[in-house]
């Protein structure tokens, strides 16, 4: 099978199988792997996604280290190909979708039949293969861990990122007034066309000044629910604008910086900060992550999501 194997780790931007002698190879005829388990099932891959953590993944820099060589990859959709004996819920042929920590760079991948979750009829394949993480994540953050309301302000930075701009969606699903940040021209009219209620444009004016003006119009007091996948001095500077018992969903630093939150600060002010590790959720709460999917799979399919897909790549 065709496979995408980072046989060393290094930069993640240098071409497979160049005179860079970068992490990667492409490899044609990698094996195929082979149902482990009674209950394994073995999916022909559709798609894929590139995620933010992937390169991490493969400059060593995750919280979690994989032994090279390995396939990186997460989240994933595709068709049964194959099944295990003791396999009841699926047969060869039905859409599914899933996520792993790595391996889905390649035709080929094998998953626990509890692991995978049925794409509903009329959801596009490429577009359900970018729900698990980027989707699971704000879903957790925003609707288990901040149980964000109707009413409520919600602040999003990097807000036209992968899990930026799902948790703009899920908080207009929720009727949150949504705030969201993001640098450029062309991330700001493509938010203006997903109906978020107040847009910075980081690259022209502060968060600061311009989300307290957008308040001050509207008569309300502050940011309830933050949400920071980014970090660095954005974030730190975004605390002036929270209000009394606020929540801090701390979602990853993209900036490369770790912001230091003053919990003097939160004691007096009653905030309440939610770190939010996804990816490891169905070691500690099993089953979390297939009941989130299968409910975001069905707001996709009702309409209330939109998948934006920027680019599509062939694996080589």
Known sequence: MEALVCKKLGDPTIPPNSSENGPFSYITTYPIPKLDTPTSVRVRIKCTCLNFATGL???GK???????????????????????????????????????????????????????????????????????AAYGTSYEALIQRANLKSGQVLLVLGAVGGVGLAAVQ???????????????????????????????????????????????IRKLKGVDVFYDPVGGKIAKESLKLLNWGAQILVIGFASGEVPVIPVNIALVKNWTIHGLYWGRYDANK???????????????????????????????
């Open 170 to 216: 899920i908080g207009k699903i929720c009727a949150a007034t949504v705030i969201a940040v993001a640098r450029g021209t062309k991330k700001v009219e493509f938010l203006k066309k997903e109906g978020v209620d107040h847009i910075v444009d980081s690259s022209k004016e502060g968060v600061i000044e311009s989300v307290k003006k957008f308040l001050k």
């Open 57 to 59: 993944h493969v400059q």
């Open 62 to 132: 995750y919280q979690e280290k994989y032994p090279v060589p390995f396939i990186p990859g997460s989240d994933y959709s595709g068709v049964v190909e194959s099944v295990g004996p003791n396999v009841t819920k699926f047969k060869v042929g039905d859409r599914v979708s899933s996520f792993a920590y790595v391996g889905s760079f390649a035709q080929f991948i094998v998953a626990e039949e509890r692991e995978l979750y049925g794409v509903p009829n009329g959801c596009d394949l490429a577009a359900a293969a970018c729900i698990p």
């Open 286 to 316: 099993p089953g979390v992550l297939k009941d989130s999917s299968k409910e975001l799979l069905s707001w996709f399919a009702r309409g209330l999501i939109t998948i934006n897909i920027c680019h599509s790549y062939k694996l080589q």
